[in-house]
């Protein structure tokens, strides 16, 4: 039996609104979900975004594009860097989202950024 991994429950808990999970857009997190890429890594619902990060445990990678607000949904670069595009569906936000991920993104580690040992991408 393998065991359920950091990033495998978090995904779990915010698609099934579980009461101890952070909460976040249902439409947004079950569009990115839907991803595999997104999938791969670490979710973190916000202050009304869903930003994404290659690790599992503070401190965070804080590195990747994010998904803000309602419709229409804006992804920004990772720290509002700049505005990545606009889109009128979770799902188009999503998209969006993968489309700008760096190449070498996933999946998450489980721990902090930056893993011991390792170059920062």
């Not at 791969?40 to 975004?49: D, I, Q, V």
């Not at 990678?61 to 979770?90: C, H, Q, R």
């Amino acid at each position: 039996m393998s065991r359920e991994s950091v990033v495998e429950k978090t995904w779990r808990l915010l698609l099934e609104r579980d009461p101890s999970a952070r909460r976040g857009d249902p439409a947004v997190i079950e569009a990115a979900s839907a991803e595999p890429r997104l999938r791969a890594l670490y979710p973190f619902p916000s202050h009304g975004c869903l930003t994404f990060h290659r690790n599992t445990d503070f401190p965070w990678s804080n590195d990747l594009p994010f998904i803000a607000g309602e419709a229409p949904y804006k992804v920004y670069a990772s720290g509002y860097a700049e505005i990545l595009g606009e889109a009128a569906t979770p799902q188009e936000a999503a998209a969006l989202l993968v489309a700008h991920l760096p190449d070498d993104c996933g999946p998450a580690i489980e721990g902090p950024w930056p893993p011991a040992g390792a170059e920062v991408p």
